[in-house]
């Protein structure tokens, strides 16, 4: 039986961080096995928001890979591809860009919260939201029809996305009378949303909140004594009321396997100081095969590059399947 498709990625705009690792590595790794997967270093969609810091990009389309390498992406398995590289992405996004309104774009509720964090990008009332950044759902749609994917295995914010995607394939079906796409599902993982070390809504690279997968241990010790808490002194898990003390504890769980409530019972009798210094030593050790492997592979970019464009050619191909399906059905084989 023809094994099912894969597709997820993420943006290079800096290293990837805990948050990738438990809301999106660690499922895409479980999952390349059973499933044809590409992994995209999504470029063009790091640009919408970043478009005048093209080095920054540049730089973090290796890190990016390193880190999915390092959390034990197999390229032998998993077809490792960076999305400017497929220019039948843009073309799909062109198509696409016909079937959504600029309201349902406007609604999406992930594209918003991020107008209003990135203020000191788009103005006070994203007076200055580009055509293109709010666009970047469309670009989305194309990434995973591209390949016609079945499941996308995401973080929570990716919801919205994945929702868009499936009203952008049912409506071409629709208009061009075709089904040549699958409909899309997400896969969460079951912690679809780590936060902010402070506090704030999600852990995320753009907001300087993160502990990262290449930091050092002692960088990750120090960022943890940082960590905000509140004023309690009890360590409860209590999501709702009690977030960020909640949301060590769910850390803490996630590295020994546990449900978050059950950790939370075992380290009730601890100080808060107490438990930062534990949860830092056992994520360190938790992480250490991974900044292993990760400081390898920084002595061996050629390598990485290699997989990069052996992950080229083979998405290329699929790509352009796809495009004769979508020239066909849209009247504009000629
Ligand atoms: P940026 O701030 O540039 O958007 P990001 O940290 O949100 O960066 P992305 O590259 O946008 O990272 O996200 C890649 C994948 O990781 C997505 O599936 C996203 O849902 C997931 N993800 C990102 N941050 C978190 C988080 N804090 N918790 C769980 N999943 C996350
Ligand atoms: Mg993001």
């Known amino acids: 039986m023809e094994k099912k498709i894969l597709l997820t990625g993420d943006r290079p705009t800096g290293p990837l961080h805990l948050g990738h690792y438990f809301g999106s590595l660690m499922n895409r790794k479980a999952m390349q096995d059973d499933y044809e997967s590409y992994i995209m270093v999504a470029d063009v969609q790091a640009l919408t928001d970043n478009f005048n810091q093209p080095e920054k990009v540049r730089e ?45 774009l406007k609604r999406n509720p992930t594209v918003k919260a991020e107008i209003a ?4 990008i788009f103005g006070r009332d994203g007076e200055s939201v580009t055509y293109g950044f709010l666009g970047y759902p469309v670009s989305q749609a194309a990434d995973i029809t591209i390949v016609r994917a079945d499941i996308v295995p ?7 996305m994945i929702e868009q995607t499936r009203e952008i394939i049912e409506r071409f079906h629709r208009i061009y009378e075709t089904e040549i796409f699958p409909l899309p599902q997400a896969k969460l993982s079951s912690s679809p949303r780590i936060l902010g070390l402070d506090g704030g ?12 997968l290449k930091d050092s241990p002692e960088e990750t010790t120090e960022k943890l004594k940082a960590a905000k808490t509140d004023s309690g002194s009890t360590i409860t898990f209590d999501p709702k009321t ?32 107490g438990f930062k210094a534990k949860l830092a030593t056992d994520l360190n050790r938790y992480l250490a095969p991974v900044r292993a492997k990760r400081s390898e592979l920084e002595s061996k970019a050629h390598y990485v590059k290699e997989i990069l464009e052996m992950g ?23």
């Open 60 to 104: 973090s389309v290796l890190e990016v890979a390193m880190d999915n390498i390092a959390s034990g992406i197999d390229p032998k398995k998993s077809t490792l591809f960076i999305q400017s590289q497929i220019p039948q992405i843009a073309e799909l996004t062109v198509f696409f860009s016909n079937l959504v309104t600029v309201n349902s």
């Open 154 to 160: 995401v973080g929570e914010d990716q919801l919205p």
């Open 312 to 334: 080229r050619i083979r998405t290329l191909e699929k790509a352009e399947e796809t495009m004769k399906l979508v020239r066909a059905a849209m009247k504009i084989n000629y």
């Open 201 to 212: 809504a999600k852990m995320s690279k753009s907001l300087n909140n993160a502990i990262y």
């Open 242 to 273: 009690r977030p960020e003390i909640s949301n060590l504890v769910t850390i803490y769980s996630l590295i020994h396997d546990q449900k978050p409530a059950d950790a939370a019972r075992e380290l009730a009798g601890m100080t808060y100081s």
């Open 117 to 120: 964090e990135k203020r000191d």
